[in-house]
């Protein structure tokens, strides 16, 4: 439980209160006498005017704090930090100028509207249309190589970037096109 201690603090802790009760968010809080709180203490907090309201804030014996839930900020977290690496990961392949078939199989629909403002904000046109593909040969080491890069990236993107690497003369473009040449 995290206390707030200032009283601008606690003045939106109870603005938002108050707000919740108007919309009956609630309830469970008013039937439970949660924390000490009863249906009394709920009228006479809704029935006090604004400036009311701050001057109660200001009283330094009112004992105001947050709870956080350590599961869902567990969670929150974690789909941070995801959501952070796989951004990363659209930006680099925009940057390694990915085409929009491949966009779409990794990041979803929304990221070609992303590359299409980054592209714009560079002053770079998209590319379109058929990529050169490599020699057989060439197109068979990017297999392998696909194949091999599968335990260890668990991310698409990873792998695609991983290829990018290996084979620097190749546009993801030309790599996802051999990489999906016997898919149907």
Same mark, same amino acid.
């Given at each position: 439980?995290?206390?707030?201690?200032?009283?601008?603090?606690?003045?939106? !802790?109870?603005?938002?209160?108050? !707000?919740?009760?108007?919309? +009956?968010?609630?309830?469970?809080?008013?039937?439970? +006498?949660?924390?000490?709180?009863?249906?009394?203490?709920?009228?006479?907090?809704?029935?006090?005017?604004?400036?009311?309201?701050?001057?109660?804030?200001?009283? %330094?014996?009112? %004992?105001?704090?947050?709870?956080?839930?350590?599961?869902?900020?567990?969670? $929150?977290?974690?789909?941070?930090?995801?959501?952070?690496?796989? +951004?990363?990961?659209?930006?680099?392949?925009?940057d390694q100028q990915a085409p929009r078939a491949l966009l779409v199989e990794l990041f979803g629909p929304q990221a070609v509207a992303f590359a299409s403002l980054h592209r714009m904000r560079l002053g770079e046109r998209s590319f379109r249309g058929r990529p050169s593909l490599p020699d057989p040969d060439t197109r068979d080491c990017i297999h392998t190589r696909w194949h091999e890069?599968?335990?260890?990236?668990?991310?698409? $993107?990873?792998?695609?970037? $991983?290829?990018?690497?290996?084979?620097?003369?190749?546009?993801?473009?030309?790599?996802?096109?051999?990489?999906?040449?016997?898919?149907?």
């Amino acid at each position: 439980m995290i206390s707030l201690d200032e009283p601008h603090l606690r003045f939106q !802790a109870l603005s938002i209160l108050l !707000a919740r009760l108007a919309q +009956g968010d609630l309830i469970d809080a008013r039937e439970g +006498g949660q924390a000490g709180l009863d249906e009394h203490l709920f009228q006479r907090l809704r029935s006090l005017p604004a400036a009311d309201l701050a001057r109660l804030s200001a009283i %330094k014996h009112l %004992k105001v704090a947050i709870v956080v839930d350590g599961g869902s900020l567990d969670y $929150a977290l974690r789909t941070l930090e995801r959501l952070t690496r796989e +951004g990363r990961l659209l930006e680099r392949c925009v940057d390694q100028q990915a085409p929009r078939a491949l966009l779409v199989e990794l990041f979803g629909p929304q990221a070609v509207a992303f590359a299409s403002l980054h592209r714009m904000r560079l002053g770079e046109r998209s590319f379109r249309g058929r990529p050169s593909l490599p020699d057989p040969d060439t197109r068979d080491c990017i297999h392998t190589r696909w194949h091999e890069l599968q335990d260890r990236f668990a991310h698409p $993107a990873e792998r695609y970037l $991983a290829l990018a690497e290996n084979f620097p003369g190749l546009t993801l473009a030309s790599l996802h096109a051999v990489v999906n040449e016997f898919a149907d």
